[in-house]
Structures are given as C-alpha cells and as structure tokens.
C-alpha cells in the first residue's frame, strides 16, 4: 500500500484529502507545517507527497526545491489555489509530477496521485532493468554451467523486478 505524505496548513482540506485518499487504500501522513517534511521523505517512508503551494514561512515550492537539490525523486504533487499558468510553469521546472487546483475534485485527485505513482514504479523499473546489464551471477553460481539453474539469487531478483 502506498505511502503518501499530505503537508497542507488548512487542517479542514488536509483531513478531506486523507480521507479521500484513505477510501482508495492508500497509507496517509499528514502534516500542517512544512519543517521536518524533508527528513521525513528522506527516510524513504514516503512515495508520493502532496505539498500546498502556500505554506506559512517556507511556500510548497522552496519545499519542493529544497527535495530536489537533496535529489530525492519522490513525486510531489503541489496543491494550489492558483492555477494560472505561471504557477503551473514553475512547478513543473522545479520538479512537481503535477499540480492540483482548489477546490479539488476527488475523482481528479485519485487520477493524478495514481499517475504520479505509476509513472514513479515505471522509472524505477527502468532503473533496475539498465542496472541488471552490469551485474553478473557469482563464479560458483550453477547459472554459470546450466542458464536454468540459479543459485546465487540473481534469477530470483530479476523476477521479482519483472513482476514490479
């Protein structure tokens, strides 16, 4: 079940959000304050966070470019009131998956956050299949005589990265 991490000052949309998201299985943290909402992702805990793009003292976007100078490739999807065109711009250069204008729409946000995490799980399983061209089974691996027969755990990993 994935992890989703919900930083929004309004405590009424934050808690709207996590029960929406809630009722389509995800895993919900939420936060009002965006101190410690960088550690937090970091701990590798988080697969998708969903930032407000005005935060008291430090906004979404230098939230969002403080994620990605760490060069954590979590996707953050920002929450915005204004859905202008500049704002869209500057998200998408710093880094956001998307952005979701309020008020939002249930179905809408179900389908971004669903993306957001497909096209995550689809980059890293390219990542892992380029990796796989540079490792190799070890010298005593059966797989080195019989290309059936595996026993240093190998052919285990690259089905399990198949079946991601």
């Excluded at 009722?23 to 970091?42: A, H, M, P």
């Excluded at 202008?84 to 249930?106: H, L, M, T």
């Excluded at 380029?130 to 027969?149: M, P």
């Amino acid at each position: 079940m994935p992890r989703l991490l919900i930083v929004d000052d309004d405590d009424d949309l934050r808690q709207w959000v996590s029960i929406v998201l809630k009722n389509k299985g995800y895993d919900i943290r939420e936060t009002g304050e965006s101190e410690n909402v960088v550690r937090q992702i970091l701990t590798g805990d988080i697969d998708l966070a969903l930032i407000d793009y005005n935060l008291p003292g430090h906004n979404g976007l230098s939230l969002l470019r403080d994620i990605r100078e760490k060069h954590i490739t979590t996707p953050v999807v920002i929450l915005t009131s204004d859905a202008s065109q500049g704002v869209a711009v500057e998200c998408f250069r710093n880094g956001a998956a998307d952005f979701i204008a309020k008020p939002i729409d249930p179905d809408y946000l179900a389908i971004i956050v669903a993306r957001a995490l497909e096209t995550q799980a689809n980059t890293l399983k390219n990542m892992a299949y380029r990796a796989l061209g540079y490792v190799q089974h070890k010298s005593d691996c059966a797989h080195n005589e019989d290309s059936s027969a595996c026993t240093c755990g190998l052919s285990d990993v690259i089905e399990d990265i198949q079946q991601f």
